[in-house]
């Protein structure tokens, strides 16, 4: 029985997307209600699949095709891996689904929300339970379209429609990568399946790193981050399911899946890659004003956590940190978005302040996702950042530790700014005074993502996805307080870095009515605020060398290809084209006479030569 | 004697003659609704058909003439198909059809009976008998339009043209039969290992080569299509498009791979030129085309050309990549050719689709899918096929270097038919003026036949692997 489960699984949120596109575009209640239904029912179906499947991995499949040498199956693949991700996708999606209810009440395209978003769910769910590289290569990709649908879903927005064409753009980048990556191992091995990987570490680093490049553009690693905090232009929901909790995380999760893949040296560069994203994202979240756009960053930054965990050689403590951070950033999102929706669309953070008693749930809410952000003892994040750290810190990746502790002082730092600015001090304009708290359909959620996130360190995720990666470690002592007798370094560190962060920004934002820092750092703080200049440099690259590059193909394309081959061609063929009409005449003797011409040139071309 | 083997065929002329009973007594007003239960029936004896195992063993009846085998299944259910849509496709016509109703659907119901005895042909006398069966039907069928000018040209055409190559294959017959002392498949087949250079066999082959490529519409045997196919009513372009020359395509391989191989394998280049030819010939005139009809008769030519290239090669992927190539031509054509049938009421003029997509999105998007489908581009039936036969002819490459030439013929018309099945897209979607805005109403029937093409040609794009087992399955009972 458990073979045929996962195939409802992935399927209920397709023919939904399908009904409500065909059949409820004009009543938005069926249509929230198809689309909240699947999903959820998805996630019963993930619970019982949870229960009820054994250690073992296994693949419920059907051929799809053979073409000599190459099959493809089109399969699912079930293990602790895919399992969790069932949970995640499934069960924080439900709860976004179900604020989507809420938030995205009114809007004039309500169904087509519901469509996108089921469409995406599909999409996710086909990556988490791929078991090849090519099934999951087309559903990466639905992803990315799914993603682009989203972001761009006020596509009357000039700024959204942009954001989505350059989150799109970018990730192709990547995927182009991914696929050379995909073709490069499929010649080496001869196979696509994940249960038939290579051996560790026996494949060339070239491809491992072809292959990262998939997740440097979905999960938006350096260098190819710039699309992440432009998407925040799509609903808030949007950024909370798939810009926090679920497909930017596809990148870590397809590292973790095809982790025998890398060799020692794609490793190193995997695990440097995603250091330098989190410290360079956390910096650039220290003078963001847009609460949107620091969770933009923050998320950036941990992404670049997981990423360096998989490139320490520990996929399980990326899965940990993968499910604790969809928690909590998917509640900060969502949190987040009920301000925005209780001060009518406001997103500067200095326009809000003083919320705590207008918007409670809200307030508290944020509060335990900020503290589990930030890795505050004994709440989710600290243990599973510290499970990172500790990793960095076992396999004498001491500047890799180094850094990490510095992104935990640099992350509560951020978050408190963000915290104390907006919910706490005076208010800072008209619309924060008249702010509400938001229906109960959008704070139910935030009700259950905030417990998740309290707890969700203690459920014992990082064992259950070990096993598959041969983690035997069995502590003996309460899980709460297993950090301080096993790393006993990193969990301290950890904690140190937290509350160093935390009086650096009580003592400068507590009461601040403006931004203190620029007028103390200076220079370097417009360096922050305009986030390294990236955007610029890659303008100024893409002007330099593809404009060049365009003027170029321009000139083969209009001369060369379009007026010499094409139109050549073109004309060359219209014009034998309307000769060879002229012999199609309509004259029947003559039809009969060519036939018989016909004949008498084949007999001779066979019988005389 | 075995009439037993005959069923499906005799149960297609009893239904025929009950029709034309039934229709005595039928109404005028309801006569056109006749159509459907000729439809019904088909659909009956189709499902008939799956009742019966696919017989590993050919079994023979009428002393060796019709055999029954795979391949012979695999051809009549693809007529019985082939007709129940043109059948539905017909009732949509009916309302242009002056008088004689009636006939129409049965003319079409012999045509398909003659369709049936051409796939279990095992004899040379059976090939002539059965391809009279169905062009003399399309003869009146051509020309059943008795008002209109066009539709009487098209019928006086084909009927000239297809007297004189009826001429060729039967003298082609005599020829061989004076040369190899039998017209029947398994004699020829010992003639021919024996002695397969005797000039005169020769001669009398190619001459029924000729009568053959007649029904196909290969070069250079191709005048007729364009014009004929213009005239005809709708339904019967269709009809002659799919099933006459899926016809062709089973005699040819009865004939050329079944009966005379050892000829054949000394006639592969001329195999392959005519292939290259006709893909070029097919492809280039229809470029300067505005009639949809006309255009639609030189892209048949066109794919005639395509399912020579699995002829040329000889062996059994070529042969199995031109079944797959004909099952999703069938749901490509009779999707196409119902839209036309549909929509092009006054004219078969392309300007006539404009505002398509305003005045019926499901046409709008039935018509995209066929032309995107016989444009060759995935994930459509189209694209498949394509694949398969330029597979089939690349793995030759090797063998002969050729075959790489022709491969990059093929490549070049498939480029070169984008071009125009495009511009049928573009006509749908983005002319500027349309004169008739008034939204076209889909009877039921048509919607559900409508419904099975774009099924038939997503399953036959998307999963690929059943229906190759299947086509594989039916050619191996050529014994390769």
Not at chain 1, 516 to 536: N, S, T, V, W
Not at chain 2, 213 to 230: L, R, S, T
Not at chain 2, 431 to 450: N, Y
């Amino acid at each position: 029985m458990n073979d045929a489960l996962p195939w409802p699984i992935l399927f209920l949120p397709l023919i939904a997307a399908v009904l409500i596109t065909l059949f409820t575009q004009k009543r938005n209640g069926l249509s929230a209600a198809l689309s909240v239904g699947a999903i959820a029912i998805s996630f019963v179906i993930s619970v019982i699949l949870f229960v009820n499947a054994g250690e073992a991995a296994f693949e419920s499949k059907i051929n799809w095709l053979t073409v000599g040498a190459l099959n493809i199956d089109f399969g699912m693949r079930i293990d602790s891996l895919s399992l969790l991700m069932l949970l995640i996708v499934t069960g924080v999606g439900s709860m976004i689904h179900i604020y989507s209810v809420g938030y995205m009440h009114g809007d004039p395209s309500f169904s087509r929300f519901f469509a996108c978003l089921s469409f995406f769910t599909f999409s996710m769910l086909g990556v988490v339970l791929s078991n090849n590289f090519f099934e999951m290569f087309i559903f990466w990709e639905l992803v990315g379209v799914s993603s682009y649908m989203l972001i761009g879903f006020w596509y009357q927005k000039s700024s959204a429609a942009n954001a989505a064409k350059k989150a799109f753009l970018t990730n192709r980048l990547g995927d182009f990568g991914f696929l050379l990556g995909i073709i490069m191992l499929w010649s080496i091995t001869g196979g696509l399946g994940f249960a038939t990987l290579p051996k560790p570490g026996t494949t060339a680093t070239v491809v491992g790193l072809l292959i990262f490049c998939g997740a440097v553009g979905k999960s938006a690693q350096f260098p190819l981050h710039v699309w992440l905090p432009d998407a925040m232009e799509g609903p808030t929901p949007v950024s909370a399911l798939i810009h926090a909790a679920t497909m930017v995380a596809a990148g870590v999760f397809m590292l973790c899946r095809v982790f025998d893949v890398f060799s020692l040296d794609a490793l190193t560069v995997i695990a440097w890659t995603g250091g330098v994203t989190a410290l360079m994202a956390a910096l650039i979240a220290v003078q963001q004003n847009d609460i949107k756009r620091i969770l933009a960053y923050s998320t950036l930054s941990q992404l670049g956590y997981m990423v360096m965990a998989v490139g320490l050689g520990g996929p399980p403590q990326a899965m940990f940190h993968l499910t604790t951070h969809a928690f909590f950033k998917a509640l900060l999102f969502l949190a987040a978005g009920s301000v925005i929706h209780g001060l009518t669309n406001e997103q500067d953070i200095w326009k809000m302040g003083a919320l705590k008693k207008k918007m409670p749930v809200t307030f508290w809410t944020f509060l335990a996702g900020t503290l589990a952000l930030c890795g505050v003892w004994p709440l989710s994040g600290f243990y599973s950042k510290d499970s990172i750290l500790a990793e960095a810190f076992k396999s004498g990746h001491l500047a890799l530790f180094g850094l990490g502790v510095v992104v935990a002082i640099l992350t509560t730092f951020y978050m408190f700014r963000l915290f104390f600015v907006v919910f706490l001090g005076k208010e800072k304009s008209q619309a924060a005074g008249h702010a509400h708290e938001s229906p109960k359909v959008m704070t139910l959620p935030l009700v259950v993502l905030a417990l998740m996130s309290c707890v969700g360190g203690l459920i014992g995720i990082e064992p259950f996805v070990g096993k598959q990666f041969g983690m035997t470690e069995s502590h003996e002592t309460l899980a709460i307080i297993a950090p301080f007798v096993h790393a006993p370094v990193a969990a301290f560190a950890g904690l140190a870095a937290v509350m160093v962060g935390f009086l650096a920004a009580m003592s400068l934002y507590a009461k601040a009515q403006t931004d203190p820092l620029p007028a103390k750092l200076q220079g370097l703080a417009i360096l922050l605020r305009d986030k390294f200049y990236f955007d610029e440099l890659y303008a100024r690259i893409i002007a330099l060398t593809q404009d060049a590059l365009a003027s170029v193909a321009d000139f083969l394309d209009r001369w060369i290809i379009g007026g010499l081959m094409v139109r050549g061609t073109q004309g060359t063929t219209e014009l034998v084209g309307r000769a060879v009409r002229f012999v199609q005449s309509g004259n029947l003797q003559f039809y009969a006479f060519s036939f018989a011409a016909g004949v008498a040139v084949v007999l001779y071309l066979v019988l005389y030569r | 004697m075995n009439f037993s083997l005959t069923y499906l065929e005799l149960a297609v002329v009893a239904l025929a003659l009950g029709l034309l009973l039934l229709e005595l007594w039928t109404p005028t007003a309801l006569k056109p609704k006749l159509g459907y239960v000729a439809a019904a029936g088909l659909a009956l004896i189709l499902g008939w058909s799956f009742a019966d195992t696919i017989p590993s063993e050919s079994a023979t009846a009428f002393s060796q003439m019709y055999v029954r085998d795979g391949l012979a299944l695999f051809f009549k259910r693809f007529f019985l198909m082939a007709a129940i849509l043109v059948l539905i496709m017909s009732v949509e016509f009916s309302d242009r059809i002056r008088m004689g109703v009636g006939e129409f659907y049965v003319l079409i119901l012999f045509a398909l009976t003659g369709m049936m005895f051409a796939s279990s042909a095992n004899d040379l006398i059976m090939v002539f008998v059965s391809l009279e069966l169905i062009t003399i039907s399309f003869y009146v069928l051509v020309s059943f339009q008795r008002s209109r000018m066009g539709s009487l040209e098209a019928g006086v055409k084909y009927l000239i043209m297809g007297a004189l190559s009826s001429a060729f294959l039967i003298f082609g017959i005599a020829l061989v039969f004076g040369s190899a002392g039998t017209t029947n498949f398994d004699g020829l087949l010992q003639v021919t290992k024996g002695a397969a250079d005797d000039k005169v066999l020769w001669l009398g082959l190619l001459l029924v080569l000729a009568g053959l490529g007649f029904k196909i519409a290969a070069f250079p045997f191709q005048m007729w299509a364009p014009d004929v196919y213009q005239g005809a009513p709708t339904p019967v372009t269709a009809f002659l498009a799919v099933g006459s020359k899926a016809a062709g395509i089973v005699l040819l391989l009865r004939v050329f791979l079944g009966a005379v191989p050892p000829v054949t394998g000394q006639w592969t280049k001329l195999l392959m030129v005519m292939a290259a030819i006709t893909i070029l010939y097919g492809n280039l005139c229809a470029i300067p085309q505005r009639n949809l009809k006309r255009l639609l008769g030189y892209s048949s030519i066109a794919n005639a050309g395509y399912l020579l290239l699995g002829l040329s090669v000889l062996n059994a992927s070529g042969c199995s990549a031109m079944l797959y190539y004909l099952a999703g031509y069938l749901f490509t054509l009779a999707a196409a050719f119902t839209v036309i049938c549909l929509v092009a009421r006054e004219s078969d003029d392309i300007s006539s689709l404009a505002g398509l997509s305003q005045r019926s999105p499901l046409l709008a998007a039935c018509l995209t899918l066929a032309m995107v489908s016989l444009g060759g581009i995935p994930p459509l039936a189209g694209f498949f096929g394509k694949f398969l036969l330029l597979k089939s002819i690349i793995e030759q490459g090797p063998v002969n270097p050729g075959y790489y030439c022709l491969a990059g013929t093929a490549l070049f018309g498939v480029v070169v038919s984008l071009y125009y099945y495009f511009g049928v897209i573009r006509a749908i979607y983005l002319s500027k003026e349309a004169p008739d805005l008034t939204p076209i109403t889909v009877s039921v029937p048509a919607r559900l036949s409508l419904g099975v093409c774009v099924i038939g040609m997503f399953y036959l794009g998307l999963f690929p692997q059943t229906a190759l087992l299947v086509a594989q399955e039916a050619v191996s009972a050529l014994k390769f």
